[in-house]
């Protein structure tokens, strides 16, 4: 198969829609950062994230003084099966499902389309934290909890695209139900969304719960813990389904830092089957909030030379 080459001059664009934000990344083939923007919108406003990502790209273009070779997009929800589009992303960002990005930026290439979770490990993979990978998992500790799956260097996608939704594993078969209708899921286990809940009206956010605990707070550590060695459940989980050479924790929970994965080993150790003394290595994220919009240039250079 012939690998398309990038001229000096040419670059690809990665971008990854949020929530309330565009993150984008102007590349070139070996993934060398030219220029990175991020751009809030209100999400309130009708198709104000679509305008905010051909903001970015116009914006790319005057300086970088041409168009990219190559778009790609990461976005939440499941891709549709040619990867044009979002197929089915519900409650939120009105208008995405079903919108070709190709069409609505005037790339006569198609614009691939990727989960914004699976683009995160497939960026991390290529010049982050699973570098040197073929087999990865990555979990995504934030307001909920997000995840993806790589076997054999390839993407976990499944038959319609779920593959890889480890926020959505159930711990409790009596728990409450996620979003999605897991009960006593990780999310609801680990997710920022529930932190009033599991801590009783106490705290706000996670962040404060983890401050709380470094201080000495009892009943934060107790809620704090209990939510690590749930994390460690569901990685011991993880580590018998997929056999990953290494997992890789991000989001903005990750940042606790050594708050999180220090009892989290402590809690994995008793539970990891270890054949032959052999450890799933652990490790925490390292592009950070930019990792979809590695993934989805990534993932745009991919789909080039598949079809090349």
């Not at 996620?178 to 996670?206: H, Q, W, Y």
Request: include cysteine; charged fraction near 20%; proline fraction near 5%.
């Amino acid at each position: 198969m012939k690998k398309p080459r990038l001229s000096k001059k040419a670059y690809v664009i990665g971008l990854d829609l949020g929530g309330s934000s565009v993150k984008c990344v102007a590349l070139d083939e070996e993934g060398t950062e030219r220029q990175r923007l991020n751009i809030a919108f209100d999400a309130r406003k009708a198709m104000s994230w679509a305008r905010a990502v051909a903001s970015a790209v116009r914006q790319v273009k005057k300086k970088q003084k041409t168009g990219p070779s190559w778009i790609g997009i990461s976005a939440p929800g499941l891709a549709a099966s040619d990867g044009r589009s979002i197929a089915y992303m519900p409650g939120r960002l009105r208008g995405l499902e079903g919108f070709i990005w190709s069409e609505y930026l005037g790339m006569k290439k198609p614009v691939p389309v990727l989960n914004d979770a699976q683009a995160a490990l497939l960026g991390e993979a290529w010049i982050g934290a699973g570098s040197g990978c073929k087999d990865l998992a990555m979990v995504t500790l934030g307001t909920g909890v997000g995840g993806a799956a790589m076997v054999n260097g390839e993407l976990l996608r499944g038959h319609i695209g779920r593959a890889g939704h480890l926020g959505h594993t159930s711990l409790d078969p009596n728990g409450p139900p996620d979003v999605c209708g897991a009960p006593g899921s990780l999310e609801v286990a680990m997710g920022n969304c529930t932190i009033k809940e599991r801590s009783k009206g106490k705290f706000n956010t996670t962040h404060a719960l983890i401050a709380a605990h470094l201080k000495g707070d009892e009943f934060a550590s107790e809620v704090w813990l209990t939510s690590v060695k749930a994390l460690a459940a569901a990685l011991c989980s993880f580590i018998n389904i997929l056999d990953p050479q290494r997992i890789i924790i991000g989001g903005g929970i990750a940042r606790a830092g050594a708050a999180l994965f220090e009892p989290l080993e402590k809690f994995l150790a008793p539970m990891e089957w270890r054949p032959g003394g052999h450890r799933c290595e652990i490790v925490p994220a390292q592009l950070g909030e930019m990792a979809g919009a590695f993934g989805a240039a990534r993932n745009a250079i991919l789909q080039a030379e598949a079809s090349a």
